[in-house]
């Protein structure tokens, strides 16, 4: 059984070529730790630098509903709309 929500997307992630922003939980107002940053492929877990901590990258992510974007959008088909 599933507990995922709509709208959301599933990742599977495919050594994808990547630019991430990373903030660990070690990065505190007492303790800043600032910005880690990422280029590259096969990001599927991430490792603090500084304290050691791994995170696993999620595959459920959440969307976002707008009404216009900057971004030409992927046209996604669903089950229902095959053979249409
Ligand atoms: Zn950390």
Request: glycine letters at 8%; a negative charge; charged letters at 25%.
């Amino acid at each position: 059984m599933t507990d995922w929500t709509r709208p959301s997307v599933f990742v599977q992630y495919k050594g994808t070529d990547i630019c991430l922003d990373f903030h660990c939980i070690c990065d505190t107002e007492d303790e800043p730790a600032g910005v880690g940053h990422y280029d590259g492929y096969d990001a599927y877990a991430l490792q603090c630098g500084r304290c050691g901590r791994i995170y696993e990258m999620p595959q459920e992510l959440k969307l976002t509903l707008v009404e216009e974007t900057a971004f030409t959008p992927v046209v996604v088909e669903t089950d229902d709309t095959e053979g249409d």
